[in-house]
């Protein structure tokens, strides 16, 4: 009986554990999708990054502000949740608007 109130304590645990990693997780994806951005890279004119901070989310867009030493750009990452379980998510990057002071 000890084993398997231990049992299931444990996989309560473990379950919740995993409930806080994923949104970490996400998070991180959609960093790495902004940082890999050939088209960001572009706007911003290569200057390298200071921040980036996520300033608002919806149930599949989430926004974030990229800032370097001379540029401010917005970009909007969607998350196509898959229709199939075990299928992967797909995520998209659009830049929503990007802002350079001199860039000579």
């Known amino acids: 009986m000890k084993k398997l109130i231990l049992s299931l304590l444990f996989f309560i645990i473990s379950g919740s554990a995993f409930a806080m990693l994923e949104p970490y997780a996400e998070s991180t994806r959609q960093i790495d999708l902004i940082l890999k951005s050939q088209e960001l890279y572009s706007k911003i004119h290569g200057y390298p990054i200071k921040s980036i901070r996520r300033i608002d989310s919806a149930s599949s867009e989430y926004k974030y502000e990229i800032e370097t030493l001379k540029c401010k750009a917005e970009v909007i990452v969607e998350v196509a949740y898959p ?22």
Do not use: F, W
């Open 83 to 104: 229709t199939q379980p075990g299928s992967p998510l797909n995520r998209t990057l659009k830049i929503e608007k990007s802002d350079c002071k001199n860039t000579n």
